[in-house]
């Protein structure tokens, strides 16, 4: 069973900066897609960004240029840099493993930006 584990969220102000983890479980992914999405309060939830192999990453309008998604030295790991933090980035972040027709995700963690 794969898992994915998010970490390092919290409570920023407006400008601030944040970088979340997501470690998976089990063989090696580094090949493998990885997905970040978010849901805001209320709001439905939608695609971050990506990264798929070393270094081929893409994002979404409202992030690109903020957000830096990156692989890690640790065994599956990716990271999610966030700079330039704006309120309306408040949400619980996931990241998702797709293999074959499943989806696995992680639990989700908080980020909350204050004006």
């Known amino acids: 069973q794969v898992q994915l584990v998010e970490s390092g969220g919290g409570s920023v102000q407006t400008g601030g900066s944040l970088r979340l983890s997501c470690v998976a479980s089990?063989?090696?992914?580094?090949?493998?897609?990885i997905y970040w999405f978010r849901q805001p309060p209320g709001g439905q939830r939608r695609l971050v960004g990506s990264i798929i192999g070393a270094d081929a990453a893409g994002y979404s309008e409202a992030v690109s240029g903020r957000f830096t998604i990156s692989r890690g030295h640790a065994k599956n790991s990716v990271y999610l840099q966030m700079d330039s933090l704006k309120p309306e980035d408040t949400a619980v972040y996931y990241c998702?493993?797709?293999?074959?027709?499943?989806?696995?995700w992680g639990q989700g963690i908080q980020v909350t930006v204050s004006s």
């Open positions: 998702k493993l797709p293999l074959g027709d499943q989806d696995y």
């Open positions: 089990g063989s090696d992914y580094s090949a493998n897609v």
